[in-house]
């Protein structure tokens, strides 16, 4: 059995509704919006935020900024950008935007169960927060939402500050991803963030690679960038025995999945070994 039909077995021995639709998303068998609709409703609460995980799989659950800007890669994955889950979704994000036009976890969050890769720094993850939030919502094409420009100009006062960009993996990628979508980014800034996010790629893990490149796909870079190339260079190269890719601080199962998608889109694996 090649590493191809042991991802697609270990994801089907292991995963949750969720993980099943996605892997069917992802070796592209018919599924409707309707049902994608109905399983990532447990995921969402009715303010319009979301957690990481349905109520099957964990208890006690409070929805979060860091929740909901992981799941909108499934409305994305799912083509659900104009539903009216998103239009919760949206409603969310416009309620906690501090005045400064900037984001941070909430408080209810905060007070509930901090996530642990919260930095020491709150600044650092602030950034992060403010330009995930434009970034997720430029994947899913919509570009004119109120939220976006005061975002962007709360970024343009920080973005040149390259030890807060390079802070954190994910303040880089963030970042990287919204230069293509901004003129007021300039161009030196986006080679800089290209370059560095080059050098980091032989050191990332399966997960910090899999966000990587499905943000960077989520942008709009092309399967012909070196980016994206040598990411899914890597990538390959990270796959278990069991033909999982582990992921030590998340859910490998969902790791899997998006590296199989992730593959399988720009023809690095064939299906049929």
Known sequence: MGGWD??????????????????????????????AEDVLASYQFPDGSWDYNAPEEKSE??????????????????????NPQMVRTLDFLASIQAPDGSFYETDAKLAHSP???????????????TAAVPMRLFSLDHNEHTIIKPALRWLKLHWTDWKLVTGTWYNLWALLCLLPATIELSTS??????AEALDWLPH???????????????????????LVTKGLARLLTLQRE??????PHYSTVETTITALRLLRHCGRLDPRR
């Open 61 to 82: 659950r409070i929805g979060s900024l860091g929740g909901t800007i992981h799941c909108l890669r499934w409305l994305r994955e799912f083509g659900l950008g104009d």
């Open 242 to 247: 069991d033909g999982a890719w582990p992921d």
């Open 6 to 35: 042991k991802a697609i077995v270990f994801v089907r021995r292991r995963g949750n509704r969720l993980d099943q639709l996605r892997l069917r998303r992802a070796l592209a068998e018919p599924y409707t919006l309707v049902e």
């Open 204 to 226: 990332l893990g399966a997960q910090p690679l899999t966000w990587l490149l499905d943000a960077l796909q989520g942008a709009g870079f092309s399967a012909e960038e070196p």
């Open 189 to 194: 800034q986006y080679q800089r963030c290209y």
């Open 115 to 129: 996530q642990e890769w919260l930095q020491e720094e709150a600044f650092i993850d602030r950034f992060y927060f």
